[in-house]
């Protein structure tokens, strides 16, 4: 690791323990990815003695990405099975049967 003047330490998803997560309510959102997802992701912190020296530590940083062929079109996506999120379906209850039966539910004809 390469030091730099006025740092106290550097997080990494081998640093967390328990869940690297932060998704509200599916899990995949990784705080600190071990593999970048895209561009411009957090891949770890710095702690410093000042905000300015932290930035300074953090261009240090030597992060390689692999250049991939971009998915542009929405067809390409689904014929690659290449998506933004994974699908997740959330039932609990009958909704549409308590939405009508509501007295604050009116049809609007």
């Known amino acids: 690791m390469i030091k730099s003047e006025g740092v106290i330490a ?4 081998d640093d967390i323990v328990g869940r690297n997560d932060v998704g509200a309510v599916y899990d995949g959102d990784p705080i600190f990815p071990k593999k970048a997802e895209y561009y411009g992701q957090p891949l770890y912190a710095v702690a410093a003695t000042t905000t300015e020296l932290a930035r300074k530590a953090v261009l240090k940083a030597k992060i390689s990405y692999k250049t991939l062929k971009p998915i542009i079109t929405i067809k390409e996506a689904l014929k ?3 998506f933004v999120l994974k699908e ?5 209850g009958e909704a549409l049967k308590a939405i009508e039966s509501s007295r604050m539910f009116k049809r609007p004809f």
């Open 88 to 92: 997740r379906i959330i039932k609990k």
């Open 10 to 13: 550097v997080v990494t998803a």
């Open 80 to 82: 690659k099975k290449s």
